[in-house]
């Protein structure tokens, strides 16, 4: 069983930045890939960013070039660091371990706890 936990959300102005954790209770090196969704308030949870055992990122076309996801293998945990943030951007941000297949990412079961980002404008 593994933990997963989200810190680091919290209330910002637009054009401001966060970075938010994924600390991980084991070695996240037995994951395939690592990812962050996030879900708005009536909306479905979506794909922001993925990075793989071998750290190729992809994002959502809604976050490139603001968002970066990276990851810290020798303390278990995964980052997105978030600038130029949107009130679009408001969303509980999820992280997940899955896999990445030529069809895309698949999410596995392990999700964590989710950290509330929300932009004012």
């Known amino acids: 069983q593994v933990q997963l936990v989200e810190s680091g959300g919290g209330l910002v102005q637009a054009g401001g930045s966060l970075r938010l954790s994924c600390a991980a209770s084991?070695?996240?090196?037995?994951?395939?890939?690592m990812g962050w969704y996030r879900q708005a308030p009536g909306k479905q949870r979506e794909l922001v960013a993925t990075i793989t055992r071998g750290r190729s990122t992809n994002y959502a076309d809604s976050v490139k070039g603001r968002f970066t996801i990276s990851r810290d293998n020798a303390n278990n945990t995964v980052y997105l660091q978030m600038n130029s943030l949107k009130t679009e951007d408001t969303a509980v941000y999820y992280c997940?371990?899955?896999?990445?297949?030529?069809?895309?990412?698949?999410?596995?079961?392990?999700w964590g706890q989710g950290t509330q980002v929300t932009v004012s404008s």
């Open positions: 084991g070695s996240i090196l037995r994951f395939d890939t």
């Open positions: 997940n371990a899955g896999e990445m297949y030529s069809s895309g990412y698949y999410p596995g079961r392990y």
